[in-house]
Nanobody, 117 residues
Framework: QVQLVESGGGLVQAGGSLRLSCAAS????????MGWYRQAPGKQRELVAR???????MYADSVKGRFTISRDSAKNTVWLQMNSLKPEDTAVYYC???????????WGQGTQVTVSS
């Protein structure tokens, strides 16, 4: 069973930084992409950042210039560096992995990020 374990969430004041990590384990043949989604209360889950196996990255407009996604392919690990955090960044952040020619998708349990004003 593929498992995604997130860590690094917490409470931070506006303007602060957090670094989320996600480690994938289990039987994983090939990874197409890993990324981060977030979901705030009463809102839909949205893609925050994604890095594709070829190396390209994408970010939601709301986090461009503030968040950076990185990966260690050998360890099947992805990080999300979050700087200049805003209260509107408050959400549960979920790690996402897509594999086997985009046919399989996995999710972590989520880690809470709370930004106080």
């Amino acid at each position: 069973q593929v498992q995604l374990v997130e860590s690094g969430g917490g409470l931070v004041q506006a303007g602060g930084s957090l670094r989320l990590s996600c480690a994938a384990s289990g039987s994983i043949s090939s990874i197409n992409a890993m990324g981060w989604y977030r979901q705030a209360p009463g809102k839909q889950r949205e893609l925050v950042a994604r890095i594709i196996s070829g190396g390209s990255r994408m970010y939601a407009d709301s986090v461009k210039g503030r968040f950076t996604i990185s990966r260690d392919s050998a360890k099947n690990t992805v990080w999300l560096q979050m700087n200049s955090l805003k209260p509107e960044d408050t959400a549960v952040y979920y790690c996402n992995l897509v594999a086997k020619n985009w046919a399989e998708e996995y999710w972590g349990q989520g880690t809470q990020v709370t930004v106080s004003s």
